[in-house]
């Protein structure tokens, strides 16, 4: 089975929240907060390297589990160098019988992640004591991307080529019907002609 590839995710909420007052670059993640039922919270353990690993979304993209589960919240404040206080923060929810982060992605749909074992492990640990929320409160697992609308029609042009061959074929009904039509004239004009010599009266026209 070839492992997934491991990619830089970025939730949206990380993004704006890294979007506010100063250049992106010069904000950090300086506390990761796992929190359960009852608004009881711990600290995340694990220092810069878990941090760094929220912050930089790195993780194995995967597919939403088959049912909720009991999850747990991840706050992620930011802060800027220089400044006093947080700049903002986003939340995550990892459910740890499935093994995945849930966040949001684009157009708000929910993505699902799976935390390297370092992240995992710190997650755990910060986790005990801790009782998970309800599954009922997770969110949706999955929503379908948005249809695209049409907004145009346009008809493609005629090839050449098959403009050209629909030609010969509507000149040889056209000339087919004109062969026919001279037909039928000829054969009433012959008609016409045996009765007269045999004295009967022509049928009148118009």
């Known amino acids: 089975m070839e492992r997934p590839a491991r990619i830089a995710v970025v939730p949206a ?3 704006a929240a890294l979007a506010l007052a100063a250049p992106a670059g010069a904000k950090e993640i300086s506390a990761l907060t796992l929190c359960g039922t009852g608004g009881r919270c711990h600290p995340v353990p694990g220092g810069d390297r878990v941090r760094q690993a929220f912050m930089d979304g790195g993780s194995f993209i995967t597919n939403s589990p ?3 589960a009991p999850f747990f919240s991840v706050v992620a404040t930011i ?3 220089g400044q006093r206080g947080a700049v903002g923060s986003y939340t995550v929810r990892w459910v740890p019988s499935a093994g995945r982060i849930r966040s949001k992605g684009e157009f708000d ?3 699902w992640t799976r935390p390297d074992a370092a992240t995992t492990r710190a997650l755990r640990r910060a986790a005990r004591g801790l009782e998970p929320k309800p599954a009922a409160r997770l969110g949706a697992l999955y929503v379908p991307p948005p249809k695209a609308k049409v907004t145009e029609v346009v008809n493609p042009q005629a090839h050449p080529q098959a403009a050209a061959l629909r030609a010969p074929a509507t000149a040889i009904l056209v000339t087919g019907g ?3 039509a ?3 004239a000829a054969g009433a004009i012959v008609r016409r ?3 007269t010599a ?3 009266s022509a049928p009148r026209l118009g």
Do not use: N
Request: glycine letters at 8%; a positive charge; proline letters at 8%.
């Open 178 to 180: 004109a062969v026919l």
């Open 66 to 68: 088959d049912r909720r």
């Open 109 to 111: 749909r929910p993505m």
């Open 13 to 15: 909420a990380l993004a």
């Open 193 to 195: 002609r045996r009765r």
């Open 198 to 200: 045999t004295g009967g």
């Open 79 to 81: 802060t800027e160098p």
């Open 182 to 184: 001279a037909a039928v």
